[in-house]
């Protein structure tokens, strides 16, 4: 005998179904079906199918978002949310999302692609009810990982870039959105954790819209909001200090996981004081003092040695728009001042620590010196150099000068070094046998790293490189001539002096000088000039002996006074 469901039976069998409807399985089955749609519509270049499942994509995400935010009692809706988040964390990390990327097709060439993605994402991290931190420390570096690659792939379209941008500021205004419904330690490390995706996007930010510095001021201005939520100051920002910081709080030990998808925190930090100095916009959404932080770093020596070292990240990386590089130049003369600067004292401090940072810092100065095509951006950058250097301890600015010449290759730059290094020198120079306080002044002259027999290596590293034989001709003829100039003043002095701090005049040395550096020189420039004065003349030859003419002269000269020593020696 059969049996009729009751009307009770029905309603627990459609409850039943229903419930089912709301699994974590069917959700991620949903999902996928979508994202494979989407995946499909770009392999086969089929802008309108593309679009088509790009829109369900985000009905979907906006169901989800609106069942979890609707009933927050609802455990089956927040799994659902949960299962969905990391499903997609799934997707966007697999071999085919990042071939979708790279697919040459033009419908992954504009935001209208991304963009909802992003959008949509943001309404599912405002639906997370639990593992908050966890859920966004896991969803940041996707976001992060896609705007990197899709953001590389635009060509120069500002409208396509701008929404992107747009779309990631949506993410960090839903990271906030949550960051303020927590406390204790979770709210520590959200606000840690936007705290770098804030500092990461201002730097892709001004890289990739390197064409439009004026129109990045709005979404700067934006970003720059979050920093004081965050904890982040101007100062901490620009020594470096509030970066680790954040770093420690939102990673502890994952240092790896870290570098792999948060690689320019450090340039964002830099970009944020940069923008602070372009726009008054951006300065007071950051609630900032620019003064009181210039007269903070020109009064510790630290500090301004952090803050240079921190905006080596900027000056180093070459698609920066040199409009940005031109304010972080800016900086460092503000910040170096001479008359304001509180130097250090040498006896007191261990600044060991520092000059790995202060080195590369002068190195990417020297970038902006050699290919700035402003010419006042050269001078302002080589003002830059001279103070940064000026900064540096006396013993430890020989060292950073010599590593900067052996390490250089461009003549030209070798050229400027020396003189560098010849105006310490002169600086130094206390041989005055006349003076009253001779004997002072010739013990701190012998103490100088600047009168050391160290510096008539750099004339051997330029005449007799390491590579053997003499130095190649007309190609480095700015080094050559002032490595020649260099040994000329060091000798003329020393004679004159009557002192042999650097050994320049002792009979070995002189003997060397003469037989391994002047004499083959001589044979070189004359053969050059044999060479060129064969047949007719074209403009590339007469460009030449005007180029050795110089050369030539000073030669002559520093052999002269080598024989003449020599001969005063026997």
């Known amino acids: 005998m059969s049996t009729k469901p009751t009307h009770d039976e029905h309603l627990s069998s459609s409850e039943e179904e229903e419930e089912e409807l709301l699994t974590p399985s069917t959700s991620s089955s949903r999902l996928h079906e979508i994202l494979n749609s989407v995946s499909n519509s770009v392999e086969e270049g089929d802008p309108e199918q593309s679009r088509n499942s790009v829109a369900d994509l985000i009905d979907f995400l906006n169901s989800v978002s609106d069942d979890a935010l609707s009933d927050p009692d609802n455990e089956n809706a927040k ?277 790995p940072n202060l080195y590369s810092a002068l190195q990417a100065v020297q970038q902006v010196i050699m290919f700035a095509s402003e010419s006042e951006l050269r001078r302002n950058a080589f003002d830059a150099f001279k103070r940064i250097l000026a900064d540096v301890p006396t013993s430890q600015r020989f060292d950073i000068l010599k590593a900067l010449i052996k390490n250089s290759d461009s003549s030209s730059m070798i050229a400027i070094l020396l003189d560098v290094v010849r105006g310490e020198m002169q600086k130094k120079n206390c041989l005055r046998p006349n003076d009253n306080d001779t004997n002072r002044e010739n013990k701190a002259h012998q103490l100088s790293p600047f009168w050391s027999a160290s510096v008539l290596e750099l004339v051997e590293f330029v005449l007799r490189p390491p590579r053997g034989g003499p130095p190649p001709l007309p190609e480095h003829g700015d080094a050559v001539l002032s490595a020649l100039n260099f040994y000329r003043f060091v000798l003329l002095t020393e004679s004159e002096g009557k002192t042999n701090y650097t050994g320049i005049v002792s009979k070995n040395n002189l003997e060397k000088a003469y037989n391994e550096w002047l004499l083959p020189l001589r044979t070189l420039v004359s053969g050059i000039e044999a060479e060129n004065n064969k047949g007719d003349r074209v403009q590339t030859t007469v460009d030449i002996l005007c180029s050795l003419n110089p050369i030539e002269m000073v030669l002559y000269r520093c052999i002269e006074l080598v024989e003449e020593k020599l001969k005063q020696s026997t």
């Open 79 to 355: 799994n659902k949310a949960f299962h969905v988040l990391s499903q997609l964390h799934h997707y966007v990390c697999s071999p085919s999302f990042d071939e979708a990327l790279d697919s040459p097709s033009e419908m992954n060439s504009g935001s209208s692609y991304f963009v909802p993605l992003l959008n949509g994402l943001s309404q599912v991290l405002e639906s997370i009810q639990k593992r908050h931190f966890e859920q966004l420390k896991t969803a940041i570096p996707i976001v992060v990982k896609v705007l990197m690659a899709v953001s590389s792939e635009f060509d120069n379209d500002c409208t396509e870039l701008k929404d992107l941008y747009d779309g990631a500021l949506s993410i960090a205004n839903s990271v906030h959105s949550v960051c303020i419904k927590q406390e204790g330690s979770v709210n520590e490390k959200i606000r840690a954790l936007l705290g770098l995706y804030v500092l990461q996007i201002m730097a892709l930010a001004s890289i990739n819209m390197n064409f439009m510095v004026l129109s990045l001021q709005p979404l700067v201005a934006q970003l720059s909001s979050f920093l004081p939520y965050c904890g982040l100051s101007y100062l901490g920002l620009i020594t470096g200090s509030d970066v680790d910081r954040m770093i420690g709080i939102a990673f502890e030990d994952d240092v790896d996981e870290y570098v792999s998808c948060l690689s320019y925190v450090k340039h964002g930090a830099s970009f944020s004081v940069i923008w602070g100095h372009i726009s008054e916009v951006v300065v007071t959404a950051a609630k900032e003092d620019l003064g009181a932080l210039h007269v903070e770093l020109q009064d510790d020596h630290m500090k301004r040695w952090e803050a240079i070292g921190m905006l080596r990240h900027i000056l180093s990386y070459l698609l920066v728009p040199w409009e940005l590089k031109k304010c972080a130049i800016n900086i460092l003369i503000c910040i170096t001042d001479a008359n304001n600067s509180q130097r250090c004292d040498e006896e007191q401090t261990d600044c060991t620590s520092y000059m």
